[in-house]
């Protein structure tokens, strides 16, 4: 069956709602490629979900498929005088059944663009042995600065996370 074509566009306060959901199926369904746990998230009011797609320069922005939300990435705005000029690529995630067309390709590329407005270093965390997202994030000129051993730790299991950041000034 032909799939609908995917549009990418940043989330409102009106999306809080699609936001929760997808935020939520992605902390159940890939819990060590997030920092953020289930119970945290799902613990946020509406009130605290449209404050955050509503705190510019800090921005999430998501894929759909025709009318479904597929996808998600978001970029946060560190504060401060001395870091105000980094920023925080979080909480990429794709739907299982829409992988592999290059979904998170776009979606990154979006929050690219949107930090090169605003900062002049992006920063992300990915799992160590998450493959695809650091393999996606190195293709878009990610560099690899250091690992955080033991960064994550879900019930007695211990996860290190590579470190990555674009220098958005070269
Ligand atoms: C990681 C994830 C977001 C990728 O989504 P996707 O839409 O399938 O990704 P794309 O189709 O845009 O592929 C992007 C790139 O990933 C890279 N990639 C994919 N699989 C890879 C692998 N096994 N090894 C190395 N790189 C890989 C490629 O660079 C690919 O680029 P291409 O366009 O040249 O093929 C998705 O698998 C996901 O949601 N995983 C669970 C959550 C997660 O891990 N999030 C990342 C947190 S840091």
């Known amino acids: 069956m032909r ?6 566009r940043q989330l409102g306060a009106e999306d809080a709602g699609g936001f929760r959901a997808l935020r939520l199926k992605a902390l159940v ?3 060590t490629a997030f920092a953020s746990s289930y119970e945290e998230d799902a613990a946020l009011t509406d009130e605290m979900l449209r404050a955050r797609l509503v705190a510019a320069p800090s921005a999430v922005f998501a894929a759909f498929a025709g009318e479904e939300m597929v996808g998600m990435a978001g970029f946060a705005a560190l504060s401060g005088p001395k870091r105000r000029h980094r920023g925080l690529l979080w909480g ?3 739907e299982a059944d ?3 067309r290059g979904i998170a390709r ?6 690219v663009a949107h930090a090169r407005q605003h900062v002049l270093v992006l920063e992300a965390g990915v799992t160590s042995g998450n493959d695809s997202a650091r393999g996606l994030y190195e293709s878009l000129g990610f560099r690899h ?4 051993s033991k960064a994550l730790r879900i019930d007695d299991a211990f996860y290190d996370e590579v470190l ?3 220098d958005l000034a070269e």
């Open 145 to 148: 600065y250091g690992t955080l």
């Open 98 to 100: 829409q992988r592999g």
């Open 106 to 111: 776009r979606l990154v590329e979006q929050i």
């Open 92 to 94: 990429v995630f794709v």
């Open 164 to 166: 990555l950041s674009l």
């Open 3 to 8: 799939q609908p074509a995917v549009t990418i």
């Open 29 to 31: 369904s890939a819990p």
